[in-house]
Protein backbone atom coordinates (compact mmCIF):
# COMPACT_ATOMS: atom_id res chain seq x y z
CA UNK A 1 0.00 0.00 0.00
CA UNK A 2 2.87 2.40 1.34
CA UNK A 3 4.43 1.36 -2.82
CA UNK A 4 1.14 2.29 -4.07
CA UNK A 5 1.19 5.76 -2.24
CA UNK A 6 4.54 6.36 -3.29
CA UNK A 7 4.25 5.67 -6.61
CA UNK A 8 1.13 7.87 -6.79
CA UNK A 9 2.84 11.13 -5.44
CA UNK A 10 5.83 10.80 -8.08
CA UNK A 11 3.63 10.44 -10.56
CA UNK A 12 2.01 13.95 -9.75
CA UNK A 13 5.42 15.35 -9.29
CA UNK A 14 6.37 13.91 -12.36
CA UNK A 15 3.31 15.89 -14.14
CA UNK A 16 3.38 19.00 -12.22
CA UNK A 17 7.17 19.09 -12.73
CA UNK A 18 6.62 18.74 -16.98
CA UNK A 19 3.75 21.10 -16.36
CA UNK A 20 6.16 23.80 -14.65
CA UNK A 21 9.02 22.95 -17.20
CA UNK A 22 7.01 24.29 -20.16
CA UNK A 23 7.06 27.77 -18.51
CA UNK A 24 10.37 27.34 -16.80
CA UNK A 25 13.86 26.55 -17.46
CA UNK A 26 14.87 23.26 -16.06
CA UNK A 27 17.25 24.83 -13.28
CA UNK A 28 14.22 27.43 -12.05
CA UNK A 29 11.45 24.69 -11.88
CA UNK A 30 10.28 25.67 -8.34
CA UNK A 31 9.57 21.70 -8.08
CA UNK A 32 13.03 20.81 -8.21
CA UNK A 33 13.74 23.65 -6.07
CA UNK A 34 11.62 23.43 -2.82
CA UNK A 35 13.71 23.07 -0.44
CA UNK A 36 15.67 26.00 -1.36
CA UNK A 37 12.61 28.05 -1.81
CA UNK A 38 11.94 26.98 1.97
CA UNK A 39 15.21 28.42 2.93
CA UNK A 40 14.46 31.30 1.03
CA UNK A 41 10.60 32.03 2.62
CA UNK A 42 12.96 31.50 6.21
CA UNK A 43 15.64 34.48 5.19
CA UNK A 44 12.45 36.76 4.01
CA UNK A 45 10.32 36.37 7.06
CA UNK A 46 13.54 36.67 9.23
CA UNK A 47 14.35 40.20 7.84
CA UNK A 48 10.54 41.37 7.64
CA UNK A 49 10.35 40.21 11.14
CA UNK A 50 13.61 42.10 12.50
CA UNK A 51 12.07 45.43 10.79
CA UNK A 52 8.40 44.42 12.37
CA UNK A 53 9.90 44.49 15.98
CA UNK A 54 10.99 47.78 16.04
CA UNK A 55 7.34 49.19 15.42
CA UNK A 56 5.86 46.25 17.52
CA UNK A 57 4.61 47.21 21.21
CA UNK A 58 4.09 44.10 23.41
CA UNK A 59 0.51 45.39 25.58
CA UNK A 60 -3.02 44.10 25.42
CA UNK A 61 -3.85 47.17 24.13
CA UNK A 62 -0.84 48.38 22.29
CA UNK A 63 -0.19 45.26 20.46
CA UNK A 64 -2.96 45.84 18.41
CA UNK A 65 -2.84 49.76 18.01
CA UNK A 66 0.80 48.80 17.10
CA UNK A 67 0.21 46.57 14.17
CA UNK A 68 -2.80 48.76 13.09
CA UNK A 69 0.03 51.86 13.14
CA UNK A 70 2.24 49.65 10.99
CA UNK A 71 -0.84 48.49 8.03
CA UNK A 72 -2.44 51.44 7.80
CA UNK A 73 -0.25 54.88 8.48
CA UNK A 74 3.26 53.04 7.15
CA UNK A 75 1.94 50.81 5.06
CA UNK A 76 4.58 52.06 2.15
CA UNK A 77 6.96 50.33 4.28
CA UNK A 78 6.24 48.30 7.79
CA UNK A 79 2.77 47.35 6.15
CA UNK A 80 4.53 46.01 3.27
CA UNK A 81 6.97 43.99 5.88
CA UNK A 82 3.88 43.39 7.48
CA UNK A 83 2.59 41.70 4.51
CA UNK A 84 5.86 39.85 3.09
CA UNK A 85 6.27 38.20 6.68
CA UNK A 86 2.60 36.69 6.69
CA UNK A 87 3.57 36.05 2.89
CA UNK A 88 6.56 34.68 3.10
CA UNK A 89 5.01 32.50 6.22
CA UNK A 90 2.45 30.76 4.05
CA UNK A 91 5.05 30.27 1.07
CA UNK A 92 7.58 28.42 3.77
CA UNK A 93 4.89 26.09 4.72
CA UNK A 94 3.46 25.26 1.26
CA UNK A 95 7.38 24.82 -0.37
CA UNK A 96 7.97 22.69 3.46
CA UNK A 97 4.99 20.74 2.95
CA UNK A 98 5.64 20.09 -0.84
CA UNK A 99 9.20 19.05 0.08
CA UNK A 100 8.52 16.63 2.39
CA UNK A 101 6.21 14.97 -0.55
CA UNK A 102 8.21 15.12 -2.91
CA UNK A 103 11.07 13.16 -0.98
CA UNK A 104 8.49 10.78 0.31
CA UNK A 105 7.28 10.37 -3.52
CA UNK A 106 11.32 9.85 -4.63
CA UNK A 107 11.88 7.28 -2.11
CA UNK A 108 14.36 9.68 -0.45
CA UNK A 109 13.38 9.02 3.65
CA UNK A 110 14.34 5.52 4.07
CA UNK A 111 17.26 3.16 5.04
CA UNK A 112 20.08 5.46 5.75
CA UNK A 113 18.38 8.68 4.49
CA UNK A 114 16.04 8.28 7.61
CA UNK A 115 17.88 10.87 8.87
CA UNK A 116 17.01 13.83 6.91
CA UNK A 117 13.19 12.57 7.29
CA UNK A 118 13.49 12.17 10.99
CA UNK A 119 15.28 15.44 11.62
CA UNK A 120 12.73 17.40 9.77
CA UNK A 121 9.59 16.45 11.41
CA UNK A 122 10.43 18.57 14.53
CA UNK A 123 11.10 21.81 11.90
CA UNK A 124 7.95 21.01 10.60
CA UNK A 125 6.33 21.47 14.19
CA UNK A 126 7.96 24.24 15.02
CA UNK A 127 7.07 25.94 11.66
CA UNK A 128 3.90 25.75 12.51
CA UNK A 129 4.50 26.94 16.29
CA UNK A 130 6.06 29.70 15.12
CA UNK A 131 2.85 30.72 13.02
CA UNK A 132 0.62 30.12 15.25
CA UNK A 133 2.02 32.44 17.84
CA UNK A 134 2.69 34.89 14.95
CA UNK A 135 -1.12 35.21 14.76
CA UNK A 136 -1.59 35.89 18.75
CA UNK A 137 0.62 38.55 17.93
CA UNK A 138 -1.74 40.79 16.29
CA UNK A 139 -4.23 40.31 19.09
CA UNK A 140 -6.98 40.67 16.61
CA UNK A 141 -10.42 38.87 16.60
CA UNK A 142 -8.43 35.98 14.22
CA UNK A 143 -5.91 36.26 17.20
CA UNK A 144 -8.37 35.46 20.04
CA UNK A 145 -9.89 32.63 18.15
CA UNK A 146 -6.90 31.06 17.83
CA UNK A 147 -5.54 31.62 21.43
CA UNK A 148 -8.66 30.34 22.65
CA UNK A 149 -9.29 27.15 20.54
CA UNK A 150 -5.54 26.49 21.17
CA UNK A 151 -5.54 26.87 24.70
CA UNK A 152 -8.46 24.41 24.99
CA UNK A 153 -7.15 22.36 23.05
CA UNK A 154 -3.45 22.34 25.50
CA UNK A 155 -5.56 22.40 28.44
CA UNK A 156 -6.83 18.75 27.36
CA UNK A 157 -3.62 17.21 28.27
CA UNK A 158 -3.96 18.83 31.95
CA UNK A 159 -0.25 19.23 32.11
CA UNK A 160 -1.13 22.96 33.41
CA UNK A 161 -1.31 23.51 36.74
CA UNK A 162 -4.83 25.53 36.37
CA UNK A 163 -6.40 25.82 32.60
CA UNK A 164 -4.51 28.46 30.17
CA UNK A 165 -7.73 29.31 28.42
CA UNK A 166 -8.64 30.70 31.82
CA UNK A 167 -6.67 34.16 30.62
CA UNK A 168 -8.55 34.83 27.97
CA UNK A 169 -12.23 34.39 29.87
CA UNK A 170 -11.73 38.13 30.57
CA UNK A 171 -10.17 41.32 29.85
CA UNK A 172 -9.04 41.93 33.32
CA UNK A 173 -7.49 38.53 33.20
CA UNK A 174 -4.82 39.35 30.43
CA UNK A 175 -1.66 41.10 31.29
CA UNK A 176 0.80 42.57 28.84
CA UNK A 177 3.38 39.43 30.42
CA UNK A 178 1.35 37.42 28.13
CA UNK A 179 2.66 39.12 25.10
CA UNK A 180 5.80 39.77 26.51
CA UNK A 181 5.54 35.65 27.02
CA UNK A 182 4.29 35.19 22.80
CA UNK A 183 7.16 37.31 21.68
CA UNK A 184 9.83 35.06 22.88
CA UNK A 185 8.04 32.28 21.90
CA UNK A 186 8.03 33.59 18.36
CA UNK A 187 11.41 34.52 18.06
CA UNK A 188 12.71 31.27 20.06
CA UNK A 189 10.88 28.97 17.78
CA UNK A 190 12.53 29.61 14.71
CA UNK A 191 15.69 29.60 16.23
CA UNK A 192 15.52 26.43 17.28
CA UNK A 193 14.44 25.01 14.00
CA UNK A 194 17.43 26.55 12.58
CA UNK A 195 19.51 24.98 14.65
CA UNK A 196 17.69 21.36 13.94
CA UNK A 197 17.87 22.66 10.05
CA UNK A 198 21.76 22.37 10.44
CA UNK A 199 21.07 19.19 11.67
CA UNK A 200 19.11 17.89 8.82
CA UNK A 201 21.64 18.84 6.65
CA UNK A 202 24.54 17.06 8.52
CA UNK A 203 24.39 13.65 5.86
CA UNK A 204 24.38 15.92 2.91
CA UNK A 205 27.08 16.72 0.93
CA UNK A 206 27.09 20.82 -1.04
CA UNK A 207 23.00 20.78 -0.02
CA UNK A 208 21.55 23.49 -2.38
CA UNK A 209 20.30 25.67 0.03
CA UNK A 210 19.80 28.59 -2.40
CA UNK A 211 17.45 28.40 -5.06
CA UNK A 212 18.91 29.91 -8.47
CA UNK A 213 19.16 33.91 -8.84
CA UNK A 214 16.60 33.98 -11.22
CA UNK A 215 13.77 31.65 -9.38
CA UNK A 216 15.02 33.90 -6.31
CA UNK A 217 14.67 37.29 -7.71
CA UNK A 218 10.71 36.15 -9.67
CA UNK A 219 9.51 34.81 -6.28
CA UNK A 220 10.84 37.55 -4.60
CA UNK A 221 8.96 39.93 -7.00
CA UNK A 222 5.40 37.89 -6.78
CA UNK A 223 5.18 38.40 -3.23
CA UNK A 224 5.73 41.92 -3.69
CA UNK A 225 3.53 42.47 -6.25
CA UNK A 226 1.03 40.27 -3.71
CA UNK A 227 1.76 42.35 -1.06
CA UNK A 228 0.98 45.93 -2.69
CA UNK A 229 -2.30 44.07 -4.40
CA UNK A 230 -3.37 42.00 -1.40
CA UNK A 231 -1.61 43.56 1.86
CA UNK A 232 -2.25 41.88 5.20
CA UNK A 233 -4.67 43.29 7.45
CA UNK A 234 -6.20 42.79 10.82
CA UNK A 235 -9.42 41.34 12.07
CA UNK A 236 -10.73 44.39 14.04
CA UNK A 237 -9.45 44.29 17.96
CA UNK A 238 -9.77 41.56 20.10
CA UNK A 239 -12.26 41.91 22.46
CA UNK A 240 -12.81 39.09 25.34
CA UNK A 241 -15.81 40.20 26.68
CA UNK A 242 -17.56 39.02 23.44
CA UNK A 243 -17.41 35.46 21.85
CA UNK A 244 -15.25 36.24 18.56
CA UNK A 245 -17.52 36.06 15.46
CA UNK A 246 -16.44 34.04 12.19
CA UNK A 247 -13.03 34.73 11.28
CA UNK A 248 -10.85 34.39 8.06
CA UNK A 249 -8.98 31.83 8.48
CA UNK A 250 -5.27 31.23 7.23
CA UNK A 251 -5.70 28.42 5.48
CA UNK A 252 -1.97 27.50 5.68
CA UNK A 253 -1.46 27.32 9.69
CA UNK A 254 -4.43 26.85 10.85
CA UNK A 255 -6.20 24.71 8.43
CA UNK A 256 -6.61 22.12 11.71
CA UNK A 257 -8.73 24.65 13.96
CA UNK A 258 -12.37 23.98 12.74
CA UNK A 259 -11.81 20.55 13.78
CA UNK A 260 -9.70 21.45 17.30
CA UNK A 261 -13.08 23.60 17.96
CA UNK A 262 -15.34 20.85 17.67
CA UNK A 263 -14.06 17.54 18.22
CA UNK A 264 -13.34 15.82 21.43
CA UNK A 265 -10.02 16.47 22.91
CA UNK A 266 -9.22 12.74 22.94
CA UNK A 267 -10.16 12.09 19.79
CA UNK A 268 -7.87 15.20 18.20
CA UNK A 269 -4.65 14.86 20.64
CA UNK A 270 -5.02 10.85 19.43
CA UNK A 271 -5.37 11.68 16.12
CA UNK A 272 -2.26 13.63 16.28
CA UNK A 273 -0.13 11.42 18.21
CA UNK A 274 -1.37 8.65 15.62
CA UNK A 275 -0.10 10.50 12.43
CA UNK A 276 2.82 11.46 14.86
CA UNK A 277 4.03 8.37 15.50
CA UNK A 278 3.11 7.30 11.48
CA UNK A 279 5.39 9.87 10.46
CA UNK A 280 8.35 9.03 12.36
CA UNK A 281 8.34 5.38 11.96
CA UNK A 282 7.76 5.75 8.01
CA UNK A 283 11.53 5.09 7.37
CA UNK A 284 11.19 1.89 8.85
CA UNK A 285 7.82 0.73 7.64
CA UNK A 286 7.89 -2.35 5.77
CA UNK A 287 9.19 -2.70 2.22
CA UNK A 288 12.43 -2.71 3.67
CA UNK A 289 14.81 -1.89 1.15
CA UNK A 290 18.37 -2.12 1.69
CA UNK A 291 21.03 -1.83 -1.03
CA UNK A 292 24.56 -2.89 0.39
CA UNK A 293 26.94 0.11 0.01
CA UNK A 294 29.76 0.78 -1.72
CA UNK A 295 32.81 -1.06 -0.80
CA UNK A 296 36.79 0.49 -0.94
CA UNK A 297 39.51 -2.40 -2.32
CA UNK A 298 42.40 -0.72 -1.08
CA UNK A 299 44.42 -2.62 -3.85
CA UNK A 300 43.01 -0.59 -6.09
CA UNK A 301 42.50 2.82 -4.45
CA UNK A 302 45.75 5.42 -4.80
CA UNK A 303 43.74 7.80 -2.38
CA UNK A 304 42.78 10.37 -5.24
CA UNK A 305 40.03 11.71 -3.27
CA UNK A 306 37.59 11.84 -6.69
CA UNK A 307 35.11 9.68 -5.35
CA UNK A 308 35.24 11.59 -1.78
CA UNK A 309 34.49 14.83 -4.16
CA UNK A 310 32.15 13.39 -5.68
CA UNK A 311 29.69 11.53 -2.74
CA UNK A 312 26.41 13.38 -2.52
CA UNK A 313 26.12 11.76 1.35
CA UNK A 314 29.09 12.32 2.95
CA UNK A 315 29.17 8.65 2.85
CA UNK A 316 33.32 8.71 2.20
CA UNK A 317 35.86 9.62 4.06
CA UNK A 318 39.39 9.81 3.48
CA UNK A 319 41.33 8.12 5.95
CA UNK A 320 44.95 5.68 6.87
CA UNK A 321 46.33 3.71 4.70
CA UNK A 322 45.81 -0.24 5.60
CA UNK A 323 48.26 -1.34 3.59
CA UNK A 324 52.17 -0.40 2.86
CA UNK A 325 50.98 0.91 -0.60
CA UNK A 326 52.96 4.61 -1.12
CA UNK A 327 50.16 6.62 -1.06
CA UNK A 328 49.54 9.51 1.56
CA UNK A 329 45.63 8.17 2.22
CA UNK A 330 42.82 5.95 1.01
CA UNK A 331 38.90 5.68 1.22
CA UNK A 332 37.08 4.92 3.72
CA UNK A 333 33.19 4.09 3.00
CA UNK A 334 30.45 4.63 5.98
CA UNK A 335 27.87 1.78 5.46
CA UNK A 336 25.51 3.77 7.35
CA UNK A 337 25.63 6.80 5.12
CA UNK A 338 26.24 5.06 2.00
CA UNK A 339 22.84 5.38 -0.54
CA UNK A 340 24.77 2.73 -3.02
CA UNK A 341 24.00 5.26 -5.88
CA UNK A 342 27.23 4.46 -7.41
CA UNK A 343 28.73 7.47 -8.06
CA UNK A 344 32.08 7.01 -6.40
CA UNK A 345 32.51 4.33 -8.94
CA UNK A 346 32.00 6.24 -11.84
CA UNK A 347 34.74 8.91 -10.56
CA UNK A 348 37.31 6.74 -9.77
CA UNK A 349 40.43 6.24 -12.28
CA UNK A 350 40.32 2.84 -11.67
CA UNK A 351 37.13 2.04 -12.92
CA UNK A 352 38.01 1.33 -16.66
CA UNK A 353 36.83 -1.31 -18.41
CA UNK A 354 39.51 -1.32 -20.59
CA UNK A 355 41.18 -3.43 -18.29
CA UNK A 356 41.91 -6.72 -19.26
CA UNK A 357 44.89 -8.10 -18.38
CA UNK A 358 43.65 -7.67 -14.50
CA UNK A 359 40.04 -8.34 -13.11
CA UNK A 360 38.56 -5.19 -13.43
CA UNK A 361 37.84 -3.56 -9.65
CA UNK A 362 37.84 -0.03 -9.00
CA UNK A 363 38.84 1.57 -5.79
CA UNK A 364 35.59 1.58 -4.68
CA UNK A 365 32.48 -0.61 -6.15
CA UNK A 366 29.27 -1.30 -5.55
CA UNK A 367 28.38 -5.00 -4.86
CA UNK A 368 25.54 -5.27 -6.05
CA UNK A 369 26.12 -3.83 -9.24
CA UNK A 370 29.87 -3.99 -9.97
CA UNK A 371 31.79 -2.08 -13.06
CA UNK A 372 33.07 -5.52 -13.97
CA UNK A 373 28.80 -5.99 -14.16
CA UNK A 374 28.43 -3.17 -16.23
CA UNK A 375 31.15 -4.17 -18.67
CA UNK A 376 29.06 -7.56 -18.85
CA UNK A 377 26.22 -6.29 -19.45
CA UNK A 378 27.59 -3.51 -21.93
CA UNK A 379 28.85 -6.86 -23.87
CA UNK A 380 25.97 -8.74 -24.02
CA UNK A 381 24.00 -5.69 -25.21
CA UNK A 382 26.11 -5.14 -27.60
CA UNK A 383 25.82 -8.83 -29.17
CA UNK A 384 22.19 -7.94 -29.47
CA UNK A 385 22.92 -4.91 -32.09
CA UNK A 386 23.17 -5.08 -35.91
CA UNK A 387 23.05 -3.25 -38.97
CA UNK A 388 24.04 0.28 -38.74
CA UNK A 389 23.27 2.78 -36.43
CA UNK A 390 23.71 0.81 -33.09
CA UNK A 391 23.13 2.09 -29.73
CA UNK A 392 24.09 1.61 -26.26
CA UNK A 393 21.74 3.88 -23.57
CA UNK A 394 23.23 4.08 -20.33
CA UNK A 395 20.46 4.83 -18.08
CA UNK A 396 19.40 5.22 -14.27
CA UNK A 397 16.86 3.19 -12.42
CA UNK A 398 14.96 6.16 -11.03
CA UNK A 399 14.81 7.50 -14.85
CA UNK A 400 13.04 7.11 -17.80
CA UNK A 401 12.01 3.43 -17.96
CA UNK A 402 14.32 1.30 -20.23
CA UNK A 403 12.52 -1.56 -21.70
CA UNK A 404 10.87 -1.15 -24.94
CA UNK A 405 14.23 -0.17 -27.19
CA UNK A 406 13.82 -0.76 -30.67
CA UNK A 407 15.47 -4.50 -31.18
CA UNK A 408 18.59 -4.61 -33.16
CA UNK A 409 19.15 -0.75 -32.69
CA UNK A 410 19.65 -0.25 -29.55
CA UNK A 411 20.08 -2.11 -25.93
CA UNK A 412 19.81 -0.86 -22.49
CA UNK A 413 22.91 -0.85 -19.37
CA UNK A 414 21.07 0.07 -16.09
CA UNK A 415 22.99 1.57 -14.02
CA UNK A 416 21.57 2.73 -10.13
CA UNK A 417 22.77 6.32 -11.40
CA UNK A 418 23.98 7.90 -14.46
CA UNK A 419 26.48 9.01 -12.45
CA UNK A 420 27.80 5.47 -11.88
CA UNK A 421 29.28 5.22 -15.25
CA UNK A 422 32.93 6.29 -15.67
CA UNK A 423 33.18 8.63 -18.74
CA UNK A 424 35.73 5.64 -20.35
CA UNK A 425 32.78 3.34 -20.60
CA UNK A 426 31.26 5.62 -23.10
CA UNK A 427 35.49 5.35 -24.98
CA UNK A 428 35.23 1.67 -24.85
CA UNK A 429 31.84 1.15 -26.71
CA UNK A 430 32.77 3.59 -29.45
CA UNK A 431 36.43 2.75 -29.68
CA UNK A 432 35.72 -1.30 -29.77
CA UNK A 433 32.75 -0.78 -32.44
CA UNK A 434 30.29 -2.16 -29.67
CA UNK A 435 27.85 0.30 -30.74
CA UNK A 436 28.07 3.38 -33.62
CA UNK A 437 26.98 5.29 -31.17
CA UNK A 438 26.31 6.07 -26.97
CA UNK A 439 23.01 7.71 -25.41
CA UNK A 440 22.89 8.83 -21.57
CA UNK A 441 20.09 8.56 -19.50
CA UNK A 442 18.38 9.46 -16.58
CA UNK A 443 16.07 11.57 -14.64
CA UNK A 444 15.33 14.69 -15.36
CA UNK A 445 18.27 17.57 -15.37
CA UNK A 446 18.61 18.99 -12.21
CA UNK A 447 16.05 16.05 -10.99
CA UNK A 448 18.48 13.68 -10.22
CA UNK A 449 17.61 11.31 -7.31
CA UNK A 450 20.67 11.24 -6.11
CA UNK A 451 21.18 14.95 -6.65
CA UNK A 452 24.60 15.06 -8.41
CA UNK A 453 24.65 12.10 -10.74
CA UNK A 454 23.59 14.24 -13.90
CA UNK A 455 26.00 17.34 -12.99
CA UNK A 456 28.81 15.49 -12.83
CA UNK A 457 28.03 13.42 -15.27
CA UNK A 458 27.91 16.89 -17.65
CA UNK A 459 30.88 17.53 -16.22
CA UNK A 460 32.89 14.49 -16.88
CA UNK A 461 32.05 14.41 -20.21
CA UNK A 462 32.77 18.49 -20.70
CA UNK A 463 36.15 17.65 -19.26
CA UNK A 464 35.91 19.93 -16.34
CA UNK A 465 35.60 17.04 -13.59
CA UNK A 466 37.89 14.51 -13.45
CA UNK A 467 37.42 11.48 -14.46
CA UNK A 468 37.32 13.35 -18.22
CA UNK A 469 36.31 11.78 -20.78
CA UNK A 470 39.18 11.34 -23.38
CA UNK A 471 39.79 13.77 -25.53
CA UNK A 472 39.54 11.71 -28.82
CA UNK A 473 36.23 10.69 -28.26
CA UNK A 474 34.13 11.29 -30.52
CA UNK A 475 31.38 13.67 -29.15
CA UNK A 476 29.47 13.70 -32.12
CA UNK A 477 28.56 9.47 -31.32
CA UNK A 478 26.92 10.53 -27.99
CA UNK A 479 24.01 12.17 -27.27
CA UNK A 480 22.19 12.49 -23.32
CA UNK A 481 18.45 12.82 -22.92
CA UNK A 482 17.40 13.83 -19.34
CA UNK A 483 13.75 13.20 -20.08
CA UNK A 484 13.18 11.45 -16.75
CA UNK A 485 10.58 9.14 -15.42
CA UNK A 486 7.52 10.31 -17.99
CA UNK A 487 10.24 10.87 -21.28
CA UNK A 488 9.54 7.35 -22.80
CA UNK A 489 8.67 8.94 -26.18
CA UNK A 490 11.33 11.15 -26.27
CA UNK A 491 13.61 8.98 -25.66
CA UNK A 492 12.45 7.05 -27.98
CA UNK A 493 12.06 9.73 -30.72
CA UNK A 494 15.47 11.08 -29.77
CA UNK A 495 17.13 7.33 -30.58
CA UNK A 496 15.21 6.81 -33.59
CA UNK A 497 16.77 10.09 -34.99
CA UNK A 498 20.45 9.31 -33.66
CA UNK A 499 20.70 6.61 -34.78
CA UNK A 500 19.62 7.42 -39.20
CA UNK A 501 22.60 10.35 -37.75
CA UNK A 502 24.58 7.30 -37.04
CA UNK A 503 23.70 5.08 -39.96
CA UNK A 504 24.46 8.22 -42.49
CA UNK A 505 28.36 8.87 -40.53
CA UNK A 506 31.00 7.21 -42.43
CA UNK A 507 31.66 4.31 -40.48
CA UNK A 508 34.39 4.44 -37.05
CA UNK A 509 37.04 2.32 -37.63
CA UNK A 510 37.77 0.86 -33.81
CA UNK A 511 40.63 2.30 -32.10
CA UNK A 512 41.44 -1.01 -30.43
CA UNK A 513 41.33 -4.49 -31.20
CA UNK A 514 39.67 -6.11 -28.22
CA UNK A 515 42.23 -7.95 -25.73
CA UNK A 516 41.23 -11.37 -25.84
CA UNK A 517 43.71 -12.55 -22.84
CA UNK A 518 42.61 -14.16 -19.96
CA UNK A 519 41.96 -12.11 -17.23
CA UNK A 520 44.72 -11.82 -13.96
CA UNK A 521 44.33 -11.67 -10.77
CA UNK A 522 45.09 -8.27 -8.77
CA UNK A 523 47.82 -9.64 -6.82
CA UNK A 524 49.70 -10.00 -10.35
CA UNK A 525 49.64 -6.22 -10.61
CA UNK A 526 50.49 -4.87 -14.34
CA UNK A 527 51.55 -1.13 -14.03
CA UNK A 528 50.05 -0.99 -17.92
CA UNK A 529 47.07 -0.82 -16.21
CA UNK A 530 47.39 1.94 -14.04
C1 LIG B 1 11.83 24.51 6.59
C2 LIG B 1 11.83 23.26 6.35
C3 LIG B 1 12.86 22.49 5.56
C4 LIG B 1 13.93 22.94 4.84
C5 LIG B 1 14.39 24.39 4.64
C6 LIG B 1 14.59 21.79 4.30
C7 LIG B 1 15.73 21.84 3.54
C8 LIG B 1 16.34 20.74 2.96
C9 LIG B 1 17.47 20.80 2.09
C10 LIG B 1 18.21 22.08 1.67
C11 LIG B 1 17.79 19.55 1.72
C12 LIG B 1 18.91 19.12 0.79
C13 LIG B 1 18.36 19.12 -0.61
C14 LIG B 1 19.42 18.92 -1.66
O1 LIG B 1 20.41 19.65 -1.67
O2 LIG B 1 19.27 17.98 -2.47
C15 LIG B 1 16.85 18.67 2.37
C16 LIG B 1 16.84 17.31 2.26
C17 LIG B 1 15.89 16.50 2.81
N1 LIG B 1 14.79 16.89 3.54
FE1 LIG B 1 14.34 18.77 4.12
N2 LIG B 1 13.92 20.68 4.70
C18 LIG B 1 12.85 21.06 5.46
C19 LIG B 1 11.90 20.26 6.04
C20 LIG B 1 11.85 18.89 5.87
C21 LIG B 1 10.86 18.06 6.46
C22 LIG B 1 9.71 18.55 7.32
C23 LIG B 1 11.15 16.78 6.06
C24 LIG B 1 10.45 15.49 6.38
C25 LIG B 1 9.73 15.25 7.40
C26 LIG B 1 12.32 16.82 5.22
C27 LIG B 1 12.92 15.74 4.63
C28 LIG B 1 14.08 15.77 3.89
C29 LIG B 1 14.76 14.60 3.38
C30 LIG B 1 14.32 13.14 3.55
C31 LIG B 1 15.90 15.07 2.70
C32 LIG B 1 16.98 14.21 2.09
C33 LIG B 1 16.86 14.03 0.61
C34 LIG B 1 17.94 13.12 0.08
O3 LIG B 1 18.22 12.08 0.70
O4 LIG B 1 18.50 13.45 -0.95
N3 LIG B 1 12.72 18.13 5.13
N4 LIG B 1 15.98 19.44 3.12
S1 LIG C 1 27.50 4.72 -3.52
FE1 LIG C 1 26.88 6.91 -3.52
S2 LIG C 1 26.44 7.36 -1.37
FE2 LIG C 1 27.60 5.44 -1.39
S3 LIG C 1 29.73 6.05 -1.10
FE3 LIG C 1 29.37 5.91 -3.30
S4 LIG C 1 28.81 8.00 -3.94
FE4 LIG C 1 28.59 7.90 -1.70
S1 LIG D 1 38.33 7.48 -6.57
FE1 LIG D 1 39.15 5.37 -6.45
S2 LIG D 1 41.37 5.67 -6.28
FE2 LIG D 1 40.46 7.66 -5.85
S3 LIG D 1 40.25 7.70 -3.58
FE3 LIG D 1 38.31 6.91 -4.40
S4 LIG D 1 38.57 4.67 -4.40
FE4 LIG D 1 40.60 5.57 -4.19
Redesign the pocket.
Given at each position: MINTLRRSVRAVFDGGEALLAKVFPSQWNPLLNL??L??LF?WVITASGIYLYIFFDTGVEQAYRSVEYITQEQWYAAGIMRSMHRYASDG?VL???L??LR?FG?D??RGV?WF??????P??ML?FVAGISGYWLVWDKLAQYVAIVSTEWLDQLRIFGAPIARNFLSPEMLDSRFFTLMMFIHIAVPLI?LLI?WL??Q??A????NPPRGLAFGTFASLLVLCLVHPAVSQGPANLSEVPSPVGLDWFYLPAFPLLETMPGPVTWGAAAAILIM?VALPWLPPLRKPKAAVVDPANCNGCRRCYNDC??TAIAMGQRSDDMPFAAQAVVDPSLC?ACGICAGACPRATPFRKRTELRPGIDLPELTTAGVRSAVERAAATLQGKGRIIVFGCTSGVPLDGLPPGTAASVPLNCIGQLAPSFIDYVLSMGLADGVVLTGCTECGC???FGIEWTERRLARERHPYLRNGVPLERTRTAWVGRRGRKKLLALIGRFSDELAAMPPSEPAYEPIRRPPRTVQEKDTVDA
Open positions: SASFYLTMLHVELRYRSWVTGIVAVALHLRIKPRIVPYVRAR
